[in-house]
Nanobody
Framework: QVQVVESGGGSVQAGGSLRLSCVASGSTNSKRYMGWFRQAPGKEREGVASIYTRSGNTYYADSVKGRFTISQDSAKNTLYLQMNSLKPEDTAMYYC???????????????????WGQGTQVTVSS
């Protein structure tokens, strides 16, 4: 089993920055993929950024490329999402997720991820 706990959300003005953190326990094979997803009210959950933990390869949604950076600190079992140049449309609940080695539907596809945190709210005001 993997336990996932996010932190770091909050309220910020447009153009500002936030850094989200996610601590994920469990075996390495259970965390082959790590990612950040978000869901705004009335919208479907969407993949924001993910990382293949073995290689460190990263993947981003077009809407956040150049503004968000995903990174990992394996020694601390921690995943980060640095969010810069935030826009009001980035407002959402952000979820951290971990995916096992035996599932793959795409690096930004929620079906690749089995373990989810409870989410942290990010609100960007104009």
């Amino acid at each position: 089993q993997v336990q996932v706990v996010e932190s770091g959300g909050g309220s910020v003005q447009a153009g500002g920055s936030l850094r989200l953190s996610c601590v994920a326990s469990g075996s390495t094979n259970s965390k082959r993929y790590m990612g950040w997803f978000r869901q705004a009210p009335g919208k479907e959950r969407e993949g924001v950024a993910s990382i293949y933990t073995r290689s460190g390869n990263t993947y981003y949604a077009d809407s956040v490329k150049g503004r968000f950076t995903i990174s990992q600190d394996s020694a601390k079992n921690t995943l980060y999402l640095q969010m810069n140049s935030l826009k009001p449309e980035d407002t959402a609940m952000y979820y951290c997720a971990a995916g096992p080695h035996y599932k793959y539907y795409g690096m930004l596809d929620s079906r690749s991820f089995d373990y989810w945190g409870q989410g942290t709210q990010v609100t960007v005001s104009s």
